[in-house]
């Protein structure tokens, strides 16, 4: 239902802003900040059944190398899954990240120096345009150098700068190419972080931000910001039992201390 609501207003939204264009930062502020009340109302009324809560707007800085593997696609829009508990099989993925295209185009073109043409990404682009598709928002293969321009831009800014959060960014007043069209600090957060799922097993999973992490893994950056999508329920199972010792004993299990999803536990609870 939300998704239909959120749809129709952004429906509404283009045609005001195409003949109202002034209107557009009020529409935009007015979405955001519709988006994170529904997203803290949604997890605070499931947080009453848990004994770990989640905080479904917590950042983890996490190694890119723990995110080996990405996880089964769940076709909801980010909101709808941000700090949302899911049971299945979706955890269970046979796909590494460095075999995608994407991160294998990114290191011939930034480490080979290969040209972006002659990377497989670039003709998988091109090859859904020639089919009518409008892939990475291109419609053409001059959109497609415009938005591989974009990309160097990015990972020369990553390289001098280091990975920042999308709020230090705008903070900073950096120019983040990849973001441009982002104009609240929560749309960043919620559309341009890199975001991960979490197993059963406690693994990190990609799931949305291949660009950022394809790049920070090529310059071996050592600790990434990361949101969290999807947990899934047997791992907040472990999470609740995590919680219920601290509850008994007041302290936490040394095993917690090495998770960023577990080691956050005692902070949630001390809010």
Known sequence: MLKLLDSQARAIGRRTISTFPIVE????????????????????????????PIDPFAIYWVDPEEINYVATAIEWPRYERLGVVLDGDWDEPDIKFTETDIYQSFKRHFQDGVPWEDTEFFDRVASSIARGKTPWG???????HDRCEQLDA?????????????????????????ATNRTTEFERFLYDEIAIDIGRDGSLLFSDGRNRLAIAKILDV?????????????????????????????SMPS????????????DELSD
């Not at 930062?25 to 770990?52: D, G, K, P, Q, W």
Request: glycine residues 2%; contains cysteine; negative net charge.
């Open 25 to 52: 930062s009020l529409f935009r502020n007015v979405r955001s900040e519709y988006l994170r009340t529904h997203i803290h109302l949604r997890t605070a009324s499931r947080n009453c059944f848990r004994a770990a």
């Open 138 to 144: 291109c419609d053409s293969q001059s959109a497609i």
């Open 154 to 178: 990015l990972y020369a800014n990553i390289e001098a700068h280091g990975f920042k959060t999308q709020a230090q960014l705008m903070a900073d007043e950096s120019v983040d190419t990849a």
């Open 255 to 266: 095993i917690a201390n090495s998770h960023p999803d577990l080691a956050s536990i005692h």
């Open 222 to 250: 050592d600790e990434i910001p990361v949101v969290v999508l999807l947990r899934h329920e047997g791992w907040q199972s472990f999470r609740d039992q995590i919680a219920v010792h601290i509850h008994m004993h007041g």
